[in-house]
Nanobody
Framework: QAQLVESGGGSVQAGGSLRLSCAHS????MGWIRQAPGKDQEGVAA???????NYAESVKGRFTISQDNVKEILYLQMDSLKPEDTATYYC?????????????????????WGKGTQVTVSS
């Protein structure tokens, strides 16, 4: 069973940056899901085994998902943060490919989840 441990969350002012990290034990299909209080889960970004990436429209051009295969760490670089980015961010993993359309529509589809890290952006 995949073990996913997120870190790097915190509080930042609008326009600032944060980098989330997720230590894992080997990945195939990974991503970041976020959930704000009172809102549905939202697929933020995903990276496939071949390195291809996908992003939610709301974060395109501001967030970058990447993978360090040697250290087995998944990253989410978040720049130009906005108050609406405030949420708990979860690192997710799956052994089978998941169409981005499914992740974008449902904010889920992954079997393995970390415990989450809180990101708070103040205006």
């Amino acid at each position: 069973q995949a073990q996913l441990v997120e870190s790097g969350g915190g509080s930042v002012q609008a326009g600032g940056s944060l980098r989330l990290s997720c230590a894992h034990s080997g990945y195939l299909y990974m991503g970041w899901i976020r959930q704000a209080p009172g809102k549905d889960q939202e697929g933020v970004a995903a990276i496939d085994a071949d390195g291809s990436t996908n992003y939610a429209e709301s974060v395109k051009g501001r967030f970058t998902i990447s993978q360090d295969n040697v250290k087995e760490i998944l990253y989410l670089q978040m720049d130009s943060l906005k108050p609406e980015d405030t949420a708990t961010y979860y690192c997710v993993d799956e052994s089978d490919p998941i169409p981005w359309a499914v992740v974008a529509a449902t904010g889920g589809g992954y079997k393995f989840w970390g415990k989450g890290t809180q990101v708070t952006v103040s205006s």
